[in-house]
């Protein structure tokens, strides 16, 4: 059996955020879109995807910081 390389990890790659709006952020990396971060009231939403309308929910936290590691996280697998 032979395994594909390890993909660089997303905590070592350079993240670079972008303001959209008062309200939303675009995370990605150099060429590449990891999701969004919402500003709900007082709590921040994070979105996996590269295209807000299909980007899918993975948490609500309390500070910015927590939903860009949730953004900037993989899914892991087994």
């Known amino acids: ?27 990605s990396t150099p060429g590449h879109v990891l999701g969004f971060i919402q500003t709900d009231g007082d709590e921040f939403v ?17 500070t910015y910081g927590l939903a860009l590691e949730a953004v900037r996280l993989r899914k892991r697998s087994l």
């Open 1 to 27: 059996m032979t395994l594909d390389p390890p993909e660089v990890l997303r905590h070592n790659a350079e993240v670079v955020t972008s303001i959209l709006s008062d309200v939303l952020t675009r995370v």
């Open 46 to 62: 994070a979105l996996k995807g590269n295209h807000v309308t299909s980007a899918e929910v993975v948490g609500r936290y309390s």
